[in-house]
Every structure is written in structure tokens, then in C-alpha cells.
């Protein structure tokens, strides 16, 4: 049996570690012989850009075709719109079409509700579907946010991204009480880390203390590591490209956490410590 669990992984700043998180998590998962569909909900293409996927032919079959057959249809044809990639997790990219969806659902009813409704049918086939959102609080991020049981927000340790993230837990507290009431702060992952500054130590200090009596704020953080930005360059997860690295580490850790969090929630989890 699948657990269907969708994570967003949003926040709405540009360049925190978004699309590397999700990238690099759903090959963690997938490692962990998880069954993982990624999609790609910002414009800009990126995951399948991480993914060496875009070089070879461009992307014709997106996730713009599905929203716009589920907006004009209320339902929607999956056949080859699913990539598997060879990291072993399956994959829904997006390109620059998705900035016109994203216009067009301004002036629907249900706005909020069209990828929820694309991903319901895929729950019974994915162990975890994980959203990467684009870098704004407009209408694609709240679709993912109201498709989605959690959201981890990949913080970066610096001050204006610390701020965004304050923006984002009360657009999730919105969206609570508007519609999603059972989504939850995954957790927040602090990204690009740079142990050597000073700023980079008190910032994550200061978002340990700013949320960490509310929320799960990952006790290890994502380094800034140039085999990481390679990585993605070269089309590919930290993990197929430094499995040994740090970063490679911290993401597989990550991966651990999250399919543990997902089996507590459906009772699977057994602690090694309890008798
Ligand atoms: N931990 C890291 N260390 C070094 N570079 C990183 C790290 N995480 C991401 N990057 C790089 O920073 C850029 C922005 O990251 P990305 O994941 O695309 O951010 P977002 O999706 O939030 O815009 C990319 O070029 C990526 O390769
Ligand atoms: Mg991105």
C-alpha cells in the first residue's frame, strides 16, 4: 500500500534551495525504495533543467497540459505525462506555458483546488508526490499548498529569506482555516550554511528561536557546497553525483526523516528504542 503523502516545498523567495530540496529529496526517497512523484509547479523548468532532462528535447508534455484539461474538463489524461527519470522516481515537469495557467486561474471558480484534484488520483500510486513550488505566494503556490498534507520551506541563513519565511507560515495559517485544515509545517530546513560566518551561525539561531517552539526546525542544515550547485548543473542529485559528500548525507538524512514522519502518521513507525 502507498501513503499518498504530498509535500509542498515552497517558499516564496528566489534561490533559498527550493527545487535542490526537492530534486535531491525525492532521490533520497527514492533510494529508500520509496515510491516518488515530483512536480515541478514554477515556470521556470528547473527540475527537469536539475535533472539533465530539458538538454535533450524540449519539454512538450507538461503541467500545464493537465491543469488546463482539469480546468476546461474537471478531469484529466495522465498517459505520457508522466517522465520516469533514472534516479528512480517519476516526474511532472512544468515550463514557461505554466506563467498563462497561472493567469487563467484568476478567473475561475475553484482556483485553488486544480492540482489538488489532478494529484488525488495519483495518491494510490506514490508512497510521497512532492511539489516544487515557485518563488511567490500567487496562486500556483496556494494550488500546492491546498493539494498538499504538509510543506517543508527550505530556509536560507540570511536575513530577508528568514523574513519570507514568516510571510509563508501565515499564508499556511490562511489556508488552514480556508480550505486545507490538516496542512502542517513539514519542517524547516535551513539551507546554504556557511559555518565560517558569523551572520550564517546567528541566523540559524535566530530561526531555531523564532520557530522553533512551533515548528519542527531540522536540527542539521543543508551546507553551501559547490558540488551541490554542480550537481544541478550537470543534471543530477547530490546523491548520484557525491553519494559520499556531505550534502549527499544531509539530504539522505532528510529523506530518513521524512518517510519516518510519513510512517508515525500511518501508525507504520516502530522506534528501535521503545520494547
Ligand atoms: N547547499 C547549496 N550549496 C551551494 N549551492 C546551492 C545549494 N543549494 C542550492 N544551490 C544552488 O543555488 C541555486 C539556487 O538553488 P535552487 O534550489 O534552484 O533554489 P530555488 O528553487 O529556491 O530558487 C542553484 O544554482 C543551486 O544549484
Ligand atoms: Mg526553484
Same mark, same amino acid.
Given at each position: ?9 515552497? *517558499? ?51 503541467? /500545464? *497540459? ?88 527550505? /530556509? ?25 485544515? /490538516? ?29 522553533? /517552539? ?46 519516518? *514522519? ?14
Amino acid at each position: 500500500m502507498t501513503t499518498g503523502k504530498v509535500i509542498a516545498i515552497a *517558499n516564496q523567495k528566489g534561490g533559498v534551495g527550493k527545487t535542490t530540496t526537492a530534486v535531491n529529496l525525492a532521490a533520497g526517497l527514492a533510494q529508500r525504495k520509496q515510491k516518488v512523484l515530483l512536480v515541478d509547479l514554477d515556470p521556470q523548468g528547473d527540475v527537469a533543467k536539475a535533472l539533465g532532462l530539458s538538454k535533450q528535447e524540449p519539454m512538450k508534455q507538461t503541467v /500545464s *497540459n493537465l491543469m488546463l484539461e482539469m480546468i476546461v474538463s474537471d478531469t484529466c489524461s495522465y498517459e505520457k505525462r508522466i517522465l520516469q527519470c533514472d534516479e528512480g522516481f517519476d516526474l511532472i515537469p512544468s515550463n514557461e506555458k505554466l506563467s498563462s495557467i497561472e493567469v487563467t486561474l484568476g478567473s475561475i471558480e475553484d482556483k485553488e483546488t486544480v492540482l489538488k484534484d489532478i494529484l488525488t488520483p495519483l495518491k494510490n500510486r506514490y508512497d510521497f508526490i512532492l511539489i516544487d513550488c515557485k518563488p511567490s505566494l500567487g496562486m500556483l503556490t496556494i494550488n500546492a499548498l491546498c493539494a498538499a498534507n504538509s510543506a517543508i520551506i527550505p /530556509s536560507q541563513s540570511e536575513f530577508l529569506s528568514a523574513n519570507g519565511t514568516y510571510e509563508l507560515l501565515k499564508r499556511i495559517q490562511k489556508i488552514r482555516e480556508d480550505g486545507n485544515p /490538516s496542512l502542517y509545517v513539514e519542517g524547516i530546513l535551513v539551507t546554504m550554511t556557511d559555518d565560517r560566518t558569523i551572520l550564517s551561525r546567528t541566523m540559524k539561531e535566530q530561526i531555531q528561536a523564532q520557530y522553533g /517552539s512551533q515548528f519542527l526546525v531540522y536540527p542539521w542544515t543543508v551546507p553551501r557546497r559547490i558540488a551541490i550547485a554542480e550537481s544541478s548543473a550537470l543534471g543530477m542529485s547530490i546523491l548520484k553525483y557525491r553519494p559520499e559528500s556531505d550534502g549527499a548525507q544531509i539530504y539522505r538524512k532528510l529523506a530518513k526523516e521524512v518517510e519516518r *514522519n510519513a510512517q508515525r502518521e500511518t501508525g507504520k513507525y516502530r522506534d528501535p528504542h521503545a520494547r
